[in-house]
Protein backbone atom coordinates (compact mmCIF):
# COMPACT_ATOMS: atom_id res chain seq x y z
CA UNK A 1 0.00 0.00 0.00
CA UNK A 2 1.38 3.15 -0.95
CA UNK A 3 1.74 5.80 2.03
CA UNK A 4 -0.18 8.87 2.38
CA UNK A 5 1.21 12.26 1.36
CA UNK A 6 0.88 15.35 3.34
CA UNK A 7 -0.55 18.79 1.66
CA UNK A 8 2.45 20.27 2.51
CA UNK A 9 5.41 20.09 0.20
CA UNK A 10 8.50 19.92 2.74
CA UNK A 11 12.63 19.47 2.41
CA UNK A 12 13.13 16.63 4.15
CA UNK A 13 9.96 15.01 4.03
CA UNK A 14 9.48 11.52 5.34
CA UNK A 15 7.25 10.59 2.57
CA UNK A 16 9.61 8.88 0.42
CA UNK A 17 10.78 7.07 3.66
CA UNK A 18 7.75 5.69 5.14
CA UNK A 19 8.16 1.98 4.15
CA UNK A 20 11.76 1.82 5.40
CA UNK A 21 10.55 3.83 8.55
CA UNK A 22 7.94 2.17 9.81
CA UNK A 23 9.10 -1.19 11.07
CA UNK A 24 11.61 0.99 13.63
CA UNK A 25 8.92 1.81 15.05
CA UNK A 26 7.46 0.04 17.82
CA UNK A 27 4.01 -0.30 19.21
CA UNK A 28 2.88 2.42 22.46
CA UNK A 29 0.01 4.40 23.74
CA UNK A 30 1.40 7.73 22.40
CA UNK A 31 3.65 8.62 19.54
CA UNK A 32 5.86 11.93 20.26
CA UNK A 33 7.14 13.95 17.24
CA UNK A 34 9.47 17.23 18.17
CA UNK A 35 9.70 17.90 14.75
CA UNK A 36 6.88 17.29 12.95
CA UNK A 37 7.02 19.04 9.96
CA UNK A 38 5.04 18.22 7.20
CA UNK A 39 3.28 15.70 9.43
CA UNK A 40 4.13 12.38 6.79
CA UNK A 41 4.49 9.82 10.05
CA UNK A 42 1.58 11.18 12.17
CA UNK A 43 -0.50 10.22 8.63
CA UNK A 44 1.10 6.54 8.14
CA UNK A 45 0.97 5.46 11.87
CA UNK A 46 -1.97 4.05 14.05
CA UNK A 47 -0.82 5.44 17.87
CA UNK A 48 -3.88 5.70 20.54
CA UNK A 49 -2.80 9.72 21.07
CA UNK A 50 0.09 11.93 19.79
CA UNK A 51 1.54 14.77 20.95
CA UNK A 52 3.11 16.53 17.73
CA UNK A 53 5.82 19.83 18.14
CA UNK A 54 7.21 22.22 16.01
CA UNK A 55 8.93 25.31 16.50
CA UNK A 56 7.42 27.05 13.57
CA UNK A 57 4.26 29.03 14.56
CA UNK A 58 3.08 28.99 11.13
CA UNK A 59 3.01 24.91 10.54
CA UNK A 60 1.03 24.46 14.05
CA UNK A 61 -1.16 27.45 13.13
CA UNK A 62 -2.03 25.28 9.89
CA UNK A 63 -2.69 21.90 11.44
CA UNK A 64 -4.87 23.45 14.65
CA UNK A 65 -7.18 25.14 11.87
CA UNK A 66 -7.36 21.84 9.85
CA UNK A 67 -8.43 20.44 13.35
CA UNK A 68 -10.77 22.91 14.68
CA UNK A 69 -12.38 24.33 11.71
CA UNK A 70 -11.66 22.52 7.94
CA UNK A 71 -14.01 24.57 5.99
CA UNK A 72 -13.15 27.70 6.52
CA UNK A 73 -9.64 27.08 6.17
CA UNK A 74 -10.65 25.16 2.64
CA UNK A 75 -11.99 28.06 1.55
CA UNK A 76 -9.59 30.47 2.56
CA UNK A 77 -7.04 28.36 0.76
CA UNK A 78 -9.20 27.68 -2.44
CA UNK A 79 -10.05 31.58 -3.01
CA UNK A 80 -6.40 31.79 -2.99
CA UNK A 81 -5.35 29.00 -5.28
CA UNK A 82 -8.56 30.18 -7.69
CA UNK A 83 -7.46 33.63 -7.47
CA UNK A 84 -4.12 33.40 -8.59
CA UNK A 85 -2.31 36.36 -6.82
CA UNK A 86 1.31 37.89 -7.25
CA UNK A 87 3.37 35.23 -5.18
CA UNK A 88 5.75 38.25 -3.73
CA UNK A 89 2.09 40.14 -2.71
CA UNK A 90 1.23 37.43 -1.04
CA UNK A 91 4.65 37.20 0.77
CA UNK A 92 4.48 40.64 1.63
CA UNK A 93 1.01 40.67 3.31
CA UNK A 94 2.13 37.42 5.17
CA UNK A 95 5.31 38.71 6.69
CA UNK A 96 3.83 42.56 7.41
CA UNK A 97 0.03 42.15 7.72
CA UNK A 98 -1.83 39.19 8.52
CA UNK A 99 -2.26 38.16 12.09
CA UNK A 100 0.31 35.42 13.52
CA UNK A 101 -2.58 32.70 14.15
CA UNK A 102 -5.87 33.54 11.48
CA UNK A 103 -7.21 31.45 9.12
CA UNK A 104 -5.92 33.76 6.29
CA UNK A 105 -2.12 33.33 7.76
CA UNK A 106 -2.76 29.56 7.68
CA UNK A 107 -3.82 29.80 4.00
CA UNK A 108 -1.39 31.76 2.86
CA UNK A 109 1.18 29.65 4.28
CA UNK A 110 -0.30 26.56 2.38
CA UNK A 111 -0.23 29.07 -0.48
CA UNK A 112 3.00 30.32 -0.13
CA UNK A 113 4.50 26.60 0.22
CA UNK A 114 2.98 24.91 -2.90
CA UNK A 115 4.27 28.36 -5.05
CA UNK A 116 7.50 28.54 -3.65
CA UNK A 117 10.97 27.24 -4.77
CA UNK A 118 10.91 23.33 -4.27
CA UNK A 119 8.78 23.72 -1.20
CA UNK A 120 11.47 25.16 1.00
CA UNK A 121 10.32 26.71 4.13
CA UNK A 122 13.10 29.33 5.55
CA UNK A 123 13.40 32.44 7.50
CA UNK A 124 15.31 35.35 7.97
CA UNK A 125 16.69 36.73 11.46
CA UNK A 126 13.66 38.99 11.73
CA UNK A 127 11.56 35.91 10.93
CA UNK A 128 10.07 36.56 7.73
CA UNK A 129 9.69 34.29 5.22
CA UNK A 130 12.07 34.77 2.47
CA UNK A 131 12.09 31.81 0.02
CA UNK A 132 11.69 33.13 -3.76
CA UNK A 133 8.91 31.93 -6.34
CA UNK A 134 9.52 28.54 -7.95
CA UNK A 135 9.42 27.36 -11.50
CA UNK A 136 5.87 25.50 -11.79
CA UNK A 137 3.98 24.07 -14.61
CA UNK A 138 1.23 23.64 -12.78
CA UNK A 139 -0.17 24.43 -9.41
CA UNK A 140 -1.80 21.52 -7.31
CA UNK A 141 -4.32 22.73 -4.83
CA UNK A 142 -3.98 20.07 -2.50
CA UNK A 143 -7.71 19.83 -1.59
CA UNK A 144 -8.15 15.96 -0.96
CA UNK A 145 -5.03 15.83 1.32
CA UNK A 146 -5.88 18.46 3.80
CA UNK A 147 -8.91 16.66 4.37
CA UNK A 148 -7.42 13.59 4.80
CA UNK A 149 -4.92 14.76 7.18
CA UNK A 150 -7.71 16.98 8.95
CA UNK A 151 -9.94 13.60 9.55
CA UNK A 152 -6.57 12.32 10.74
CA UNK A 153 -6.78 14.90 13.56
CA UNK A 154 -9.86 14.40 14.37
CA UNK A 155 -9.75 10.87 14.66
CA UNK A 156 -7.45 10.41 17.67
CA UNK A 157 -6.20 12.40 20.64
CA UNK A 158 -3.77 15.37 19.68
CA UNK A 159 -1.88 17.76 21.20
CA UNK A 160 -0.53 19.98 19.16
CA UNK A 161 2.73 22.40 20.70
CA UNK A 162 4.59 24.78 19.47
CA UNK A 163 7.72 25.08 21.17
CA UNK A 164 11.33 23.71 21.35
CA UNK A 165 12.03 20.10 21.31
CA UNK A 166 13.29 19.89 24.91
CA UNK A 167 9.65 20.54 26.49
CA UNK A 168 7.64 17.66 24.78
CA UNK A 169 10.69 14.88 24.93
CA UNK A 170 10.85 15.89 28.40
CA UNK A 171 7.49 14.99 29.63
CA UNK A 172 7.85 11.10 27.69
CA UNK A 173 7.27 8.53 29.82
CA UNK A 174 7.07 4.97 30.13
CA UNK A 175 5.27 3.48 26.95
CA UNK A 176 6.02 6.59 25.34
CA UNK A 177 7.47 6.34 21.42
CA UNK A 178 9.56 9.07 20.41
CA UNK A 179 10.72 9.97 16.88
CA UNK A 180 12.98 13.16 15.77
CA UNK A 181 13.82 13.80 12.63
CA UNK A 182 15.29 17.00 13.20
CA UNK A 183 17.50 19.53 10.68
CA UNK A 184 20.55 17.35 9.84
CA UNK A 185 24.13 18.34 10.06
CA UNK A 186 27.33 17.53 8.17
CA UNK A 187 30.22 15.68 9.23
CA UNK A 188 31.65 18.83 10.11
CA UNK A 189 31.17 20.54 13.90
CA UNK A 190 31.15 24.01 12.39
CA UNK A 191 27.74 22.74 10.44
CA UNK A 192 24.64 25.34 10.68
CA UNK A 193 21.31 24.79 9.56
CA UNK A 194 19.07 27.90 10.01
CA UNK A 195 15.81 27.02 7.46
CA UNK A 196 12.46 26.40 9.18
CA UNK A 197 12.79 29.31 11.70
CA UNK A 198 15.13 31.89 12.79
CA UNK A 199 17.08 29.89 15.40
CA UNK A 200 20.25 27.65 14.63
CA UNK A 201 20.29 23.56 15.03
CA UNK A 202 24.11 23.21 15.06
CA UNK A 203 25.98 20.21 16.16
CA UNK A 204 25.84 20.77 20.39
CA UNK A 205 21.93 21.38 19.98
CA UNK A 206 21.97 17.74 18.63
CA UNK A 207 24.20 16.41 21.16
CA UNK A 208 21.21 18.27 23.37
CA UNK A 209 19.03 16.56 21.84
CA UNK A 210 20.60 13.06 22.14
CA UNK A 211 21.01 13.91 25.92
CA UNK A 212 17.52 14.46 26.32
CA UNK A 213 16.17 11.54 24.47
CA UNK A 214 19.06 9.05 26.86
CA UNK A 215 17.16 10.55 29.80
CA UNK A 216 13.27 9.89 28.71
CA UNK A 217 14.47 6.18 27.82
CA UNK A 218 15.64 6.15 31.25
CA UNK A 219 11.92 7.23 32.50
CA UNK A 220 10.96 4.32 29.85
CA UNK A 221 10.14 6.10 26.62
CA UNK A 222 11.65 4.67 23.23
CA UNK A 223 13.02 6.99 21.12
CA UNK A 224 13.60 6.73 17.04
CA UNK A 225 15.88 9.48 15.55
CA UNK A 226 16.47 10.04 11.60
CA UNK A 227 19.62 11.89 10.53
CA UNK A 228 22.46 11.83 7.76
CA UNK A 229 24.84 9.27 7.59
CA UNK A 230 28.28 10.37 8.60
CA UNK A 231 30.87 10.52 11.95
CA UNK A 232 29.80 13.08 13.66
CA UNK A 233 26.19 11.89 13.89
CA UNK A 234 27.59 8.39 14.77
CA UNK A 235 29.78 9.60 17.18
CA UNK A 236 26.89 11.92 18.96
CA UNK A 237 24.00 8.31 18.84
CA UNK A 238 26.71 5.75 19.49
CA UNK A 239 24.35 4.56 22.23
CA UNK A 240 21.65 3.86 20.00
CA UNK A 241 20.96 0.85 17.45
CA UNK A 242 21.64 2.23 13.68
CA UNK A 243 20.64 1.03 10.72
CA UNK A 244 21.34 2.45 7.53
CA UNK A 245 19.04 3.51 4.27
CA UNK A 246 18.77 5.25 1.28
CA UNK A 247 16.95 8.70 0.66
CA UNK A 248 16.28 10.51 -2.20
CA UNK A 249 17.22 14.23 -2.00
CA UNK A 250 14.30 16.37 -2.59
CA UNK A 251 16.92 19.51 -3.08
CA UNK A 252 20.49 19.59 -4.34
CA UNK A 253 22.11 22.86 -5.49
CA UNK A 254 24.11 20.65 -7.57
CA UNK A 255 21.20 18.98 -9.50
CA UNK A 256 22.32 15.69 -8.09
CA UNK A 257 19.15 13.66 -6.87
CA UNK A 258 20.87 10.04 -6.17
CA UNK A 259 19.99 8.34 -3.13
CA UNK A 260 21.80 9.56 -0.30
CA UNK A 261 22.64 7.99 2.61
CA UNK A 262 21.23 8.28 5.98
CA UNK A 263 20.37 6.87 9.48
CA UNK A 264 17.89 5.21 11.78
CA UNK A 265 18.81 5.45 15.25
CA UNK A 266 16.94 3.27 17.85
CA UNK A 267 17.60 3.85 21.87
CA UNK A 268 15.25 1.06 23.92
CA UNK A 269 14.80 0.86 27.55
CA UNK A 270 16.59 -2.14 27.95
CA UNK A 271 19.83 -1.18 26.37
CA UNK A 272 20.62 2.13 28.51
Same mark, same amino acid.
Given at each position: ??P???F???????? =??I????P? *?P !??? #??? /???????????????D???L??????LI??YK????????????????F?????F??? =???F????? *?? !??? #?AA /???Y???????G????N??G?F????????????????????????????V?????????????????D????D??Y???TK????T????????????K?????L??A???G?T??????N?????E???????Y?????R?V?????R???????????P???
Amino acid at each position: MRPEKSFLKWVGSKS =RLIPQLLPH *LP !SGK #RFI /EPFVGAGNVFINTNYDQYLLCDKNWDLINVYKWLRDDLAILLNETKSLFESQPDFYDV =RARFNNFTP *LL !SSR #RAA /EFIYLNRHCFNGVCRYNSKGEFNVPVGKHKRIYFPKNEMISFSNKLISVPVELVRADFSAVIGSAKIGDVIYCDPPYISGTKDDIFTGYTPCKFDAETTKRLHDLLVLAVRRGATAVISNSNNSLVREIFNDFEVYEIDARRSVAANGNRHPAKEIIGVLTPEMV
